[in-house]
């Protein structure tokens, strides 16, 4: 296959070699699998790898976390079973083999709705100390569950080289940290000096590897983060306000705050919304609609 070969190209290329090996038996699903591949390969390009072939097991499951929040399980599913194929016909699977299913977050994230800050206060407190600062630092910084696994000083390492318009941040101060987000996208996000004071006093001596979800995270905080404190703050809501809308929540209300802080700061919606996408880690303005 060309090393720069159109997404179109790079996708019938590999159709052709499934359809071929009799791994795509119907007309049909060819059709689906090369559009799917087709969406692959763009990504591909957008991330300066080598094209389709170019893909590992690990960097895929990376596109399929990224493309979590963007479309619906089936679809999802489409593209990981044409992954699959490709894989398995080009020896980075074997035959039999099959990829880790990836959980679509469309419909939680329309389905979540926002937490106000007295709210994600009341949360926090029916919380032990560990899970009650990730929560704090969640709803200031519009973190994933996964990422507060992943938090790091801004001088330990370099975020991934994105856009990043001068609104970003704007009104609001704290220290720079970096994470790591869907499809391994490392990014600086802001949070506040008191929670920068505190956060600081849970440092490790010494990162530790932690696995949540199957994946494993070198953490450098004692914090809760992952999984363990999605539940907790799922548990704690339910208590506390006698209803739960799941972590994810928070998101929807960092969102919404710092549209109405930039717009209040005189910047138009397109602007607000390209810079909310920025400062959530996902670089599509039509899902931080979503959000709103």
Do not use: C
């Not at 493309?67 to 619906?72: I, L």
């Not at 390209?274 to 979503?290: A, D, L, N």
Request: charged residues 25%.
């Amino acid at each position: 296959m060309p090393k720069f070969a159109k997404a179109k190209t790079q996708a019938e290329n590999v159709v052709k070699g499934l359809t071929k090996a009799r791994i795509i038996k119907s007309y049909g699903t060819a059709r689906n699998y090369e559009q799917a591949l087709k969406t692959v390969a763009k990504w591909t390009k957008e991330n300066k790898l080598n094209g389709l072939q170019s893909l590992t097991p690990d960097v895929a499951r990376y596109y399929l976390e990224y493309r979590a929040e963007a479309v619906g399980q089936k679809a999802l599913d489409m593209e990981r079973q044409a992954i699959q194929s490709m894989m398995q016909l080009n020896g980075k699977l074997p035959p039999k083999a099959t990829m880790y299913r990836v959980k679509s977050e469309l419909d939680e994230i329309k389905r979540s709705r926002a937490y106000t800050s007295e709210q994600a206060q009341a949360v926090s407190e029916h919380q032990s100390e560990t899970h009650q600062l990730s929560t704090q630092i969640a709803y200031a910084a519009g973190l994933r569950a996964h990422e507060l696994l992943t938090l790091a000083r801004a001088e330990e390492r370099s975020p991934d080289n994105r856009p990043a318009l001068h609104s970003k941040w704007a009104g609001r101060e704290g220290q720079l940290y970096t994470v790591q987000g869907k499809g391994g996208l490392i990014r600086h996000v802001l949070i506040p000096n008191d929670l920068v004071v505190e956060l600081e006093k849970r440092r490790f001596n010494y990162p530790v590897t932690v696995r949540d979800r199957r994946i494993n995270y070198l953490q450098r905080y004692d914090i809760g983060a992952g999984k363990r404190w999605s539940d907790s703050f799922s548990k704690a809501s339910k208590r506390a306000l006698f209803f739960s809308t799941g972590a994810h929540g928070l998101r929807h209300s960092y969102a919404q705050e710092r549209m109405s802080e930039l717009i209040a700061l005189g910047f138009r919606r397109a602007v607000a919304l390209e810079t909310v996408s920025q400062e959530m880690g996902h670089f599509r303005p039509e899902i931080t609609e979503v959000y709103l």
